[in-house]
């Protein structure tokens, strides 16, 4: 008896929780499939609006101000009723128009950071994407063997820690480093690799194209590897040399993927921060400071000036925004 009337209960209590989820369907607002997948999206785009679109929106918003501290106060509130969600004043600004703008036509230091930059991506690039487009072609190779030790080995240094390579490249590059002890072996004077603004530049050079080789170099080999064996075999059919299948095979097939690294290698170079930082510190007389570490001084060290950073950074995304759409115009690709 003690059970039946246990079983008897749970079927009531079932019973009432089925009739009630009737009845809130009954009253509630009828959903369609798409509603719930935008609802299921929904935190993607709170987490990007807050942390991505709203820092790239202020920037520019920012670049039209002078900054002058930190805020005070708050800027506005909603009142929910029970509750209400206050919104503090981010900085005290004064507006400036387009002053940060026309500030950088007369500042030689952002034309240096612009010269810098520019000259070690002209130099760097080509270099690097050469180096790495002949070791992926020798590791493609099919008599090569060892092939995933020697990817491994040349891929390593883009696994290093930005800082701590850079830091080698300091110890090694000094007056007394190892490079210059291997130099003064074979007779040669040690040479101001830090203190030259010629030696500078080409060392932030080889150590940007130290680390970033064997990336690219994987990218490359991987476009290899997808080339038609078919086309080589009908190249060496029509009497083909190595240099005539590299140009009119190779290369027309590896278009796209040359592009993609070249736009990639350009973004990045463009980037430079860590290297110049540590290496060299922007010098000597500022030959290696690049634009992020021009902004990153202007808006973070001695008096913060985070108006002309902003308008700095606005120009900076423009120019390499307007050099990547060039080079995907050039390269022929949608």
């Known amino acids: 008896m003690a059970t039946k009337r246990s079983r008897d209960d749970h079927l ?8 009630a989820r009737q009845r809130l369907t009954a009253v509630a607002p009828s959903v369609t499939k798409s509603q719930v997948a935008y609802l299921l999206i ?25 900054y002058q501290g930190i805020g005070q106060g708050n800027l ?11 919104f503090p004043q981010i900085a005290e600004l004064q507006f400036v128009g387009l002053g940060n703008y026309t500030r950088m036509l007369g500042d030689s230091l952002f034309w240096q950071s612009m010269y810098n930059t520019t000259y070690i991506l002209v130099i760097q690039v080509p270099i690097m994407i050469g180096l790495a487009l002949a070791l992926a072609i020798a590791l493609n190779a099919s008599f090569v063997r060892f092939k995933g030790a020697f990817r491994t080995a040349i891929a390593l240094p883009v696994s290093a820690n930005i800082v ?23 007779g040669i004077e040690p040479i101001s690799w830090l203190r030259s603004e010629f030696w500078a530049r080409k060392t932030i050079i080889g150590a940007v194209t130290w680390r970033w080789t064997g990336y690219n170099m994987i990218i490359l080999l991987a476009g290899l590897q997808n080339i038609p064996q078919q086309l080589y075999e009908a190249a060496e059919i029509d009497g083909a040399s190595r240099w005539e299948k590299f140009r009119y095979v190779t290369v027309p097939q590896l278009r796209p993927v040359l592009l993609f690294v070249v736009v990639l290698s350009t973004i990045g170079t463009f980037k430079l921060f860590a290297e110049p930082y540590v290496i060299t510190d922007g010098g000597p007389t500022n030959a290696t400071i690049t634009i992020v570490q021009y902004i990153y001084e202007e808006a ?4 913060p000036n985070l108006g ?3 308008a700095l950074t606005v120009i900076f995304v423009a120019i390499v925004s307007a050099i990547s759409i060039a080079q995907i115009k050039l390269g022929g690709e949608e």
């Open 308 to 310: 002309y950073a902003s």
């Open 12 to 19: 009531v209590l079932w019973d009432r929780f089925r009739y």
């Open 164 to 186: 701590a390579y850079s830091t080698i490249f300091l110890i090694l590059f000094n007056e007394t480093g190892f490079i210059n002890y291997l130099l003064s072996q074979v």
């Open 76 to 86: 506005f509130y909603v009142d929910f009723g029970l509750f209400h969600i206050t």
């Open 300 to 303: 973070f060290v001695g008096s």
């Open 42 to 66: 929904s935190p993607f785009f709170v987490l990007f609006g807050l942390f991505l679109l709203f820092p790239v929106v202020y920037t520019v918003y920012l670049s039209f101000f002078e």
